[in-house]
């Protein structure tokens, strides 16, 4: 059954994966549509939480106990610091090395994993760590032409923020489902970039009617499935393994975009993919350590889902 468990758990995480990755080119559509960064934020994960509270007021989990406002609220603070730090560091180097350092977070997931969550860094973990680190610099190269420091410093940023959000998430979860704390997470983020764009006076909504339908994908695919799915698999494999998993994000979004927009593979891209999928075979093998305890609260709580 845990092995089981485990593999529906790597499969959560590559559905997220899946999602995720549509999120450079379904965002590079909106840009095309006359839709800005901020609208997009906001209109996203507000129609993200909309469309996630029938779900919650249909299974009576409209409720958050007090005791989970606090590390919900910081969750939900960390996911929005770290898109904005990697939209900023973008302005200050190119996307390719903002993103190849972004994807460094795998590694800061697991030392917290290690230092704060007690979870064993095992021979096994530790080379599909460095295969995924390797597959990720292939895939998504690394120019320092065009790069300053501030960009490199917001993009390392990012990764910790994100890091955190993801740490934060398996602990503050606890006695939670998937669903309530995945809702909760979307709607204070939708409320936030909606301040942020009203403050800022961003937020527009007179771009081209083909702009709603490439949202509607971005909400449903890249936002509700990629969220529920990532979360529900961190609590059956824990943090630093979810995390490691993810690395298949950029293969699938340089697919996606070789698909779509009718980009380049080359071969150090397919190499570093390979790099990617092997950490991902290596982390599917039997591990005599125990999955993350997160897993054990998850899986006893009636509120999940298979």
Same mark, same amino acid.
């Given at each position: 059954?845990?092995?089981?468990?485990?593999?529906?758990?790597?499969?959560?995480?590559?559905?997220? *994966? !899946?999602? =995720? @990755?549509?999120?450079? +080119?379904? #965002? %590079?559509?909106? $840009?095309?549509?006359?839709?800005? /960064?901020?609208?997009?934020?906001?209109?996203?994960?507000?129609?993200?939480?909309?469309?996630?509270?029938?779900?919650?007021?249909?299974?009576?989990?409209?409720?958050?106990?007090?005791?989970?406002?606090?590390?919900?609220?910081?969750?939900?603070?960390?996911?929005?610091?770290?898109?904005?730090?990697?939209?900023? *560091? !973008?302005? =200050? @180097?190119?996307?390719? +090395?903002? #993103? %190849?350092?972004? $994807?460094?977070?795998?590694?800061? /997931?697991?030392?917290?994993?290690?230092?704060?969550?007690?979870?064993?860094?095992?021979?096994?973990?530790?080379?599909?760590?460095?295969?995924?680190?390797?597959?990720?610099?292939?895939?998504?190269?690394?120019?320092?032409?065009?790069?300053?420091?501030?960009?490199?410093?917001?993009?390392?940023?990012?990764?910790?923020?994100?890091?955190?959000?993801?740490?934060?998430?398996?602990?503050?979860?606890?006695?939670?489902?998937?669903?309530?704390?995945?809702?909760?997470?979307?709607?204070?983020?939708?409320?936030?970039?909606?301040?942020?764009?009203?403050?800022?006076?961003?937020?527009?909504?007179?771009?081209?009617?083909?702009?709603?339908?490439?949202?509607?994908?971005?909400?449903?695919?890249?936002?509700?499935?990629?969220?529920?799915?990532?979360?529900?698999?961190?609590?059956?494999?824990?943090?630093?393994?979810?995390?490691?998993?993810?690395?298949?994000?950029?293969?699938?979004?340089?697919?996606?975009?070789?698909?779509?927009?009718?980009?380049?593979?080359?071969?150090?891209?397919?190499?570093?993919?390979?790099?990617?999928?092997?950490?991902?075979?290596?982390?599917?093998?039997?591990?005599?350590?125990?999955?993350?305890?997160?897993?054990?609260?998850?899986?006893?709580?009636?509120?999940?889902?298979?």
């Amino acid at each position: 059954m845990e092995r089981r468990g485990q593999a529906i758990g790597i499969g959560l995480v590559v559905l997220s *994966a !899946i999602g =995720y @990755a549509g999120t450079p +080119t379904l #965002a %590079a559509l909106a $840009y095309e549509a006359g839709i800005n /960064v901020p609208t997009t934020l906001t209109l996203r994960f507000g129609a993200a939480a909309l469309l996630a509270w029938p779900f919650l007021l249909l299974r009576r989990e409209a409720g958050l106990p007090r005791s989970h406002l606090g590390g919900l609220a910081l969750a939900g603070a960390l996911f929005v610091a770290n898109t904005s730090t990697f939209f900023l *560091a !973008i302005r =200050y @180097a190119p996307a390719s +090395t903002v #993103a %190849a350092i972004f $994807y460094s977070y795998p590694a800061i /997931v697991t030392l917290l994993a290690v230092l704060w969550l007690g979870e064993r860094l095992t021979l096994v973990r530790a080379i599909a760590l460095a295969l995924a680190m390797i597959g990720c610099l292939l895939t998504l190269g690394f120019d320092f032409e065009g790069a300053d420091g501030r960009g490199m410093l917001l993009a390392f940023a990012s990764a910790c923020f994100y890091a955190g959000h993801i740490v934060v998430s398996s602990r503050v979860v606890r006695g939670l489902s998937v669903v309530r704390a995945s809702t909760w997470i979307m709607s204070g983020m939708a409320l936030m970039f909606a301040a942020f764009a009203l403050l800022s006076g961003s937020l527009d909504l007179s771009f081209q009617p083909r702009g709603w339908l490439v949202l509607a994908t971005m909400v449903v695919a890249s936002t509700v499935v990629a969220v529920l799915a990532f979360l529900a698999g961190v609590m059956r494999l824990g943090p630093a393994r979810a995390s490691i998993i993810a690395t298949l994000e950029p293969v699938m979004a340089v697919a996606l975009a070789a698909v779509v927009l009718r980009e380049d593979i080359g071969l150090m891209r397919a190499l570093g993919g390979l790099a990617i999928l092997t950490a991902v075979v290596l982390l599917r093998l039997p591990v005599a350590d125990a999955p993350a305890r997160p897993a054990l609260d998850a899986t006893g709580d009636g509120g999940h889902g298979s």
